[in-house]
């Protein structure tokens, strides 16, 4: 399956925010030609349809959507992805004068899956990724109890337990646990989408337990999961923060976009 270089950024925004719609967020009508989404709970996201680039469709702003933002929760998010619409500065200048800030940029990065796949990882990185870590579907509440304790810590912020206890229902996701030694060392969450029929795999929540950090465990857990989805998926994608890129370039990714992300002030 082959998709141009503008299909793969788009695949990569389609599979994140039917994730983010995965996760609890629901639609509103911002006027009769746009939908917007909203999740009120983790992960706190808002962004209108268009903005995702829908194919075939010219992008094209919502007439008044901005109105809406007085209305949104304090902690509410919103992303803006400047090389897939054209409007990205007037949109970004409009939120910094209704007071949000640049809260977060990441980079969103594909890989296909072949050869190279493992390119940065040496022979006894892999025998330690296919011995030393055992991964886990979580099914069970404790399981998801513990996956959001870990995620939690990894990233700094709350995660709705029962926003994770949905999507461990979802055939499209896939969230899991990683222990070595018979202790929980890191999560990942692995969603599945399709765009113009390629099969894409999303990898997101790849966190490391503070105390095991500089193990490279970060490093093995990508590895299990790059070889036990490579036979079901056309491409992988994912949005790498400032101290994850470096990690996912290694291990052959390439960068796509940047997705800059706005809070409101507090």
């Not at 629901?26 to 996201?45: A, D, Q, T």
């Amino acid at each position: 399956m082959i998709l141009t270089e503008q299909e793969l950024k788009l695949a990569n925004l389609d599979n994140l925010t039917r994730l983010w719609q995965a996760m609890g967020a629901n639609s509103l009508m911002l006027s009769p030609e746009h939908k917007g989404f909203l999740s009120r709970s983790w992960p706190y996201r808002f962004w209108h349809e268009q903005a995702v680039a829908v194919p075939g469709r010219e992008v094209s702003q919502p007439p008044g959507w901005l109105d809406h933002l007085a209305s949104l929760p304090v902690n509410t998010v919103i992303p803006v992805w400047p090389s897939l619409y054209d409007g990205h500065k007037s949109l970004e200048q409009a939120l910094m004068d209704a007071g949000y800030m640049h809260s977060l940029e990441l980079v969103a990065m594909a890989l296909t899956p072949g050869e190279d796949m493992g390119k940065g990882i040496g022979k006894g990185e892999q025998h330690h990724a296919a011995g030393g870590l055992r991964l886990t579907t979580c099914a069970s509440d404790d399981e998801i109890k513990r996956w959001s304790r870990i995620g939690s810590e990894a990233f700094g912020y709350e995660i709705d337990f029962t926003v994770v206890q949905a999507l461990a229902e979802n055939s499209d996701a896939r969230v899991i646990l990683a222990y070595e030694e018979g202790q929980v060392v890191a999560t990942a969450l692995l969603f599945h989408s399709s765009y113009k029929g390629a099969a894409i795999t999303g990898i997101h929540q790849l966190g490391v337990a503070a105390k095991y950090r500089g193990r490279g465990i970060a490093r093995q857990l990508m590895s299990l999961l790059l070889a036990q989805s490579a036979a079901d998926t056309d491409f992988f994608c994912l949005q790498a923060s400032a101290m994850g890129k470096g990690l996912y370039l290694s291990l052959g990714f390439k960068e796509l976009f940047l997705l800059n992300n706005y809070r409101k002030k507090p």
